[in-house]
């Protein structure tokens, strides 16, 4: 899958992080991270957003990362999220995103 288009996920409430993923055509990969708790877990964030997208095949794209505590799960399901929808997946339960219970 590409991206395409703009994809957001998340919000700007506290223990949430909002990612923002928008196409570029070459350069690699562009992030500015913006967190509550930059200086204590910056370089974790940073890792886990790079590492979430090259799982993705993500190899060009402007990263924008606004994080207020977020988990690492948390930053794993947004970076997935906006990811699909800047690729235009339909969301609509007709995605399987493989974390079902059995």
């Known amino acids: ?3 395409k288009a703009v994809g957001t996920a998340g919000t700007l409430e506290s223990s949430d992080i909002m990612i923002t993923l928008e196409p570029k055509d070459s ?3 562009d992030l500015t991270l913006e967190s509550s708790v930059l200086n204590q877990y910056g370089r974790q964030i940073k890792a886990e957003v790079l590492a979430s997208l090259e799982r ?5 794209a402007k990263v924008i990362v606004n994080d207020h505590g977020a988990l690492d799960c948390t930053i794993k ?11 235009g997946v339909d969301m609509d339960g007709k ?3 493989g974390g079902v219970i059995r």
Do not use: Q
């Open 1 to 3: 899958m590409e991206l």
């Open 27 to 29: 350069g690699g990969i």
């Open 77 to 87: 399901a947004r970076v997935e999220c906006a990811f699909y929808r800047g690729c």
């Open 95 to 97: 995605f399987d995103w």
């Open 56 to 60: 993705l095949g993500v190899k060009n």
